[in-house]
């Protein structure tokens, strides 16, 4: 079974460009979560998705950030406009509950 | 509120030393707990977890760990470590009844010199 897919895996932009980023979860699983990962903070939940809807976003930074799952194979997080800080690893995971999370391989974005 | 320690931020070892990597958590209600082995420029890999039963789990690469509820901790460890183990390491919780949120803690990195 393929695990789940990130893309891109390095995305390099310029402040205040949109930046879309991708996420296919594993066949069959309901729940899809989105983390950030920096030095700083460490990794953070972003926003979590049971059965394609929106649950929990209370770590979404800003309004700078969407996310959006429109069927049960494709998610997408939408920074705009972005910013240096955004700069970070983020990393999509999914898994049918109460079942171990599985984490994509991440996207390195460089805001510059 | 719920939190997870990892009291190390770097844990240096010797190739073929036992090493320990620790981790507590606070909550006032069930868990679930996991380790995580992340890899450099790499995605979070399951190392093993405790849902219920044994205190002592196992995993994969030769890892374990056990659940200390009276101590609130679930401590990693390996009899003898490889170059190949070098990674950070990250402890995670998540509570029985909710939707499987998981709480990290901040990582180690485990550094295994020859």
């Known amino acids: 079974d393929a695990g789940v897919i990130q893309s891109p895996r390095h995305e390099v932009t310029e402040m205040g460009q949109e930046v879309t980023l991708r996420c296919k979860p594993i066949s069959g699983h309901n729940s899809l979560f989105w983390y950030r990962q920096t030095m700083m903070r460490g990794l953070e939940l972003l926003i979590y998705f049971n059965n394609n809807v929106p649950i929990d976003d209370s770590g979404m930074p800003e309004d700078r950030f969407s996310a959006k799952m429109p069927n049960a194979s494709f998610s997408t997080l939408k920074i705009q406009p972005s910013e240096p800080r955004d700069s970070a690893v983020y990393f999509c995971?999914?898994?049918?509950?109460?079942?171990?999370?599985?984490f994509g391989p991440g996207t390195r974005l460089l805001v510059l | 509120a719920q939190s997870v320690t990892q009291l190390d931020s770097q844990v240096p070892v010797f190739e073929e030393a036992p090493v320990e990597l620790r981790c507590n958590y606070s909550s006032s209600v069930s868990v679930y707990l996991f380790w995580y082995v992340q890899y450099p420029n790499q995605g979070l890999q399951l190392l093993l977890k405790y849902l219920s039963g044994s205190t002592l789990v196992k995993g994969i690469n030769g890892f374990e760990a056990e659940f200390n509820k009276s101590q609130t901790s679930f401590h990693l460890r390996k009899p003898s470590v490889h170059i190949s183990d070098t990674a950070e390491y990250f402890c995670a919780v998540s509570f029985s009844g909710g939707y499987n949120k998981l709480i990290f803690g901040a990582g180690t990195r485990l550094a295994v010199h020859p």
């Open positions: 995971a999914s898994s049918r509950p109460p079942e171990t999370q599985y």
